[in-house]
């Protein structure tokens, strides 16, 4: 399978801003998505980009994207407690049809 | 945006029984549906995948014999760990994918946390 590499933990004090990084090694990666787990509970889709994109923003989540060294990154602005959580990378091919994970970087948020 | 669901949340079993999980796309057909599994503080790991109507293809190592997947319609895929065991406690994770809900992306389940005791 294919490699999907992060840092595994993170703190960050409420409001600052929070930057989860993520390499993979698949270069016909076309999808690359970010997802949210709390505690006990399943994934949350928080956002995704087109491997044609360099970045995308929605509100306080921007996500760059350097195809050329197959590096991914997610930074949460004026980052909230509640913001704490697992955060996954992941990628997929052009069919769409699997998933590779990455190793997940838990961020805690310090009030 | 596309619902999947997964029954039950949580289930505890003793060693040796089966135990069925559900996975259902609610608003969408679902022609693919991924099982994933996940260890405490770990990644989701693929499982097996499988399309509505046909065998699943399991990854590597994850025994076809013991985890029974069937996805007999295109709004439900389930999951039986047969004969169960401690090493099998785990959190069980299904995503579909399929007409109209986007074809190049996944939704995914709640999850199922199974414990064997």
């Known amino acids: 399978g294919e490699d999907v590499e992060q840092s595994l933990f993170l703190s960050v004090r409420e409001g600052d801003s929070s930057v989860i990084n993520c390499t993979y090694t698949?270069?016909?990666?076309?999808?690359l998505y970010w997802y949210k787990q709390e505690p006990g509970a399943g994934l949350q889709l928080l956002t995704y980009i087109f491997s044609n994109m360099d970045m995308k923003q929605d509100q306080r989540l921007t996500v760059l994207l350097n195809k050329k060294d197959k590096h991914l990154s997610l930074r949460i602005a004026d980052t909230q407690t509640g913001d704490s959580a697992i955060y996954f990378c992941a990628e997929s091919t052009n069919t769409g049809n699997q998933f590779y994970f990455g190793t997940g970087t838990s961020l805690t948020v310090i009030p | 945006g596309a619902v999947v669901s997964q029954h039950p949340s949580r289930v505890i079993c003793k060693s040796g029984t089966s135990v069925k999980i559900e996975c259902r796309s609610l608003d969408f057909q679902a022609t693919t549906m991924f099982w994933y599994r996940q260890f405490p503080k770990q990644s989701l790991m693929l499982m097996a995948t499988s399309n509505e109507g046909s065998k699943a293809t399991y990854e590597q190592g994850v025994e076809k014999d013991k985890f029974l997947i069937n996805h007999a319609s295109l709004t439900l895929s389930t999951l039986t760990v047969t004969s169960a065991h401690p090493e099998d406690s785990s959190f069980y994770i299904c995503s579909a994918r399929g007409v109209g809900a986007g074809r190049d992306t996944q939704y995914f389940g709640p999850g199922t946390r199974l414990t064997v005791l």
């Open positions: 698949d270069s016909s990666s076309t999808y």
